[in-house]
T-cell receptor, first 112, second 109 residues
Framework: DGGITQSPKYLFRKEGQNVTLSCEQN?????MYWYRQDPGQGLRLIYY???????QKGDIAEGYSVSREKKESFPLTVTSAQKNPTAFYLC???????????FGPGTRLTVT | AQRVTQPEKLLSVFKGAPVELKCNYS??????LFWYVQYSRQRLQLLLR??SRESIKGFTADLNKGETSFHLKKPFAQEEDSAMYYC???????????FGSGTKLNVKP
């Protein structure tokens, strides 16, 4: 493993608080992704970034925000506007012209 | 709209039995299809890609454009095949992927 890391592994927050999930990669990949994984719903794309300082909304972007100031980093902020934030969050990256996504180990966020 | 459908949430087979995990898609152009696998306590990883037409760990998948399907098959399932399997599609935007809801394969001894 290695290459793409997510921290922390488990995260607990109170309702109404914003929380930021970390994703770092040292694979020199241009594209990075955030997915949400819920039982029975598979992976749903939240945001993706094809290059530094650029990102696009995925299918479920509401209540989330991202930044891509560095090639290596793509943090995801889960805001208080996200109605159902408790989930498993996966980060991935992909090289330019490549087809394979490399996934991180995930962060399980619990909001109570 | 792009869509990937995996109709089975759970598939249980006995060791040595054939297995087929179904995947259907809807896409107006020529998509690229993939299977990803997540073993227990491991990361999600690519299993195979339709263009390469390889057999990986005994699994094969053929893209059937007429039926818009990309079913994953293995003639003799092994216990170590037990995992979560996701079908994924990539369209004209080479950087955007659509995943199905996943099928959990349980191979019983």
């Amino acid at each position: 493993d290695g290459g793409i890391t997510q921290s922390p592994k488990y995260l607990f927050r109170k309702e109404g608080q914003n929380v930021t999930l970390s994703c770092e990669q040292n694979l020199n990949h241009d594209a990075m992704y955030w997915y949400r994984q819920d039982p029975g719903q598979g992976l749903r794309l939240i945001y993706y970034s094809q290059i530094v300082n650029d990102f696009q909304k995925g299918d479920i972007a509401e209540g989330y925000s991202v930044s891509r100031e560095k090639k290596e980093s793509f943090p995801l902020t889960v805001t208080s506007a996200q109605k159902n934030p408790t989930a498993f969050y996966l980060c991935a990256s992909k090289g330019t012209g490549a087809y394979e996504q490399y996934f991180g180990p995930g962060t399980r966020l619990t909001v109570t | 709209a792009q869509r990937v459908t995996q109709p089975e949430k759970l598939l249980s087979v006995f060791k040595g039995a054939p297995v087929e995990l179904k995947c259907n898609y809807s896409y107006s152009g020529s998509p690229e299809l993939f299977w990803y696998v997540q073993y227990s306590r491991q990361r999600l990883q690519l299993l195979l890609r339709h263009i390469s037409r390889e057999s990986i760990k005994g699994f094969t998948a053929d893209l059937n454009k007429g039926e818009t399907s990309f079913h994953l098959k293995k003639p003799f399932a092994q216990e170590e095949d037990s995992a979560m399997y996701y079908c994924a599609l990539r369209g004209n935007n080479f950087n955007k992927f659509y995943f199905g809801s996943g099928t959990k394969l349980n191979v019983k001894p």
